[in-house]
């Protein structure tokens, strides 16, 4: 396992404004994700973080909205852009390690848009 | 098109009981699943996983059953404590995918 950290712990923002959340994790690890929960529902992938190129996004998710990068092995950031209320939710960074289907969750970041 | 799915939002168990959880699929191209566990205010935690080539997996007080051709499968805990109380959720992944797609999740509540 590894320990992952997630700034800010929560937020609450204006709506059209953009917050970029910080996942650091203590160990090299060759995937990370980001994850959103929101209020009463349950894990949604948004996108696997590649390092060094562009994150791959699932489906309903884009890059416009929600920009990621990946500058090396432990560090990853979500920028949620041009916020709206539908975007209050729990976003949460995650990471596999080589040979390993587990994925380990960081604390979770959340966000309210008023 | 909900591919795992958790029909119980909800259960109670007493102390020293066991708690089984269950998850069922639709995917069958599934082939690894995962039992997390979620306090509030935390991010979900690993407990448990299965491959699709084993029917059950044990890890003390936890084992998760497989049960391919009915495409369920389930987490027992035993005995249960009342630290067990949390959001369970399974997730599943396809071959070299790695995304996880999670159930809606069950609130255990292990009453003492």
């Known amino acids: 396992s590894a320990v992952i950290s997630q700034k800010p712990s929560r937020d609450i923002c204006q709506r059209g404004t953009s917050l970029t959340i910080q996942c650091q994790v203590d160990?090299?690890?060759?995937?990370m994700f980001w994850y959103r929960q929101q209020p009463g529902q349950s894990l949604t992938l948004i996108a696997t973080?590649?390092?060094?190129?562009?994150?791959?996004?699932e489906s309903g998710f884009v890059i416009d909205k929600f920009p990621i990068s990946r500058p090396n092995l432990t560090f990853s950031t979500l920028t949620v852009s041009n916020m709206s209320p539908e975007d209050s939710s729990i976003y949460l960074c995650?990471?596999?390690?080589?040979?390993?289907?587990?994925?380990?969750f960081g604390p979770g970041t959340r966000l309210t848009v008023t | 098109d909900q591919q795992v799915k958790q029909n119980s939002p909800s259960l109670s168990v007493q102390e020293g009981r066991i708690s089984i959880l269950n998850c069922d699929y639709t995917?069958?191209?599934?082939?690894?699943f995962l039992w997390y566990k979620k306090y509030p205010a935390e991010g979900p935690t690993f407990l448990i996983s299965i491959s699709s080539i084993k029917d059950k997996n044990e890890d003390g007080r936890f084992t998760v059953f497989l049960n391919k051709s009915a495409k369920h499968l389930s987490l027992h805990i035993v005995p249960s404590q009342p630290g067990d109380s949390a959001v369970y959720f399974c997730?599943?992944?396809?071959?070299?995918?790695?995304?996880?797609?999670f159930g809606s999740g069950t609130q255990l509540t292990v009453l003492p």
């Open positions: 973080a590649n390092q060094g190129s562009e994150a791959t996004y």
């Open positions: 995650s990471v596999e390690f080589r040979g390993s289907y587990e994925q380990y």
């Open positions: 995917n069958s191209m599934f082939d690894y």
């Open positions: 160990s090299q690890v060759t995937m």
């Open positions: 997730a599943a992944t396809a071959g070299s995918a790695r995304q996880l797609t």
